[in-house]
């Protein structure tokens, strides 16, 4: 039974996982908060249905273009939205971000309705069994994109000229600038990466619950608490917070209660910030307001 569990808490704090990463991997590069980033996977999904239920495009297909509409939202969430205020306070930056969740929510609502629709898995099928363990293949399919999607973003982000200017970017934008790194274009980058991430996780997130406006509510709250534990600083954080929180919600809701998965999440994280105020991997840093 335990095993059972823990299949199905690591298939769904992968998608967590997924989502925080999109969430820290813009904060760490811009120092932003994107509280639109629920919303933009969420319209991300939308985009991916429209592909497969009137287009009847495969899956995959489908899968592949929503990613790249994601890219080229979170292009133009920056290059149209965020780059004209780059030189406002932070705060107006994140409300900004917070009018784009509103702009986004209400379209989405004015389009496709509020109604929740059925979003189809990508391998469909009866569970199989694996020892003591019955796997879905559609949790197969999770687990493996989201590994996949792990390891080529540490690859890009260690390995590649993007992704180290993205480091550099990170840690002193003045110097990176003075040693000729196009920090604008590497804010962009970190957007389209970001937005194509939590875009990943909403058409992953979407066979096990719903489709509608509101689908990534709960998603995106569990994924900024995986930030928070994970530091908010630390890519490998945003995961492991994620797995830990999709792991832990399975076990209270198997064993407790469905209704106090979330409300115990989240005392434990409290608990947690008060012994560690900068989360499991978050390090102390002094920043002029």
Not at 66 to 82: C, E, K
Not at 195 to 205: D, F, S
Not at 230 to 247: D, K, M, N, Y
């Amino acid at each position: 039974m335990i095993l059972q569990t823990l299949v199905s808490g690591l298939t769904i704090g992968c998608i967590y996982g997924l989502a925080a990463l999109g969430l820290v991997l813009i904060y760490k590069t811009t120092d932003v908060v994107n509280f639109a980033q629920g919303e933009m996977a969420m319209f991300t999904t939308f985009i991916s249905y429209i592909f497969l239920n009137s287009y009847g495009l495969p899956y995959y297909l489908s899968f592949i273009l929503s990613l790249l509409f994601a890219a080229v939202l979170g292009i133009v969430a920056h290059q149209g939205i965020m780059r004209p205020v780059q030189k406002a306070s932070l705060l107006n930056q994140i409300v900004l971000t917070l009018a784009l969740y509103m702009f986004l929510r209400g379209v989405a609502g004015i389009l496709w309705g509020h109604i929740p629709v059925g979003y189809p898995e990508a391998l469909p099928g009866e569970p199989f069994q694996l020892g003591q363990v019955f796997i879905k293949p559609n949790e197969l399919f999770v687990l493996g994109v989201s590994l996949l999607l792990m390891v080529v973003f540490y690859v890009i982000f260690h390995y590649t000229k993007i992704g180290l200017a993205m480091r550099a970017a990170s840690q002193d934008v003045s110097t990176s600038q003075l040693m000729g790194v196009r920090v604008l274009g590497i804010f962009t980058w970190a957007w389209a990466i970001g937005t194509v991430l939590g875009g990943v996780a909403g058409m992953l997130i979407a066979p096990i619950t719903y489709l509608d406006p509101n689908m990534m509510q709960e998603v995106s709250i569990l994924a900024f608490a995986a930030a928070v534990l994970g530091g908010f600083v630390s890519l490998p954080g945003a995961v492991l917070g994620g797995l830990f929180i999709g792991i832990f919600e399975t076990i209270v809701a198997t064993y407790i209660s469905t209704e106090l998965k979330t409300p115990l999440v989240f005392l434990l994280i409290i608990l947690i910030l008060y012994v560690r105020p900068n989360g499991l991997f978050g390090v102390e840093y002094t920043r002029k307001v």
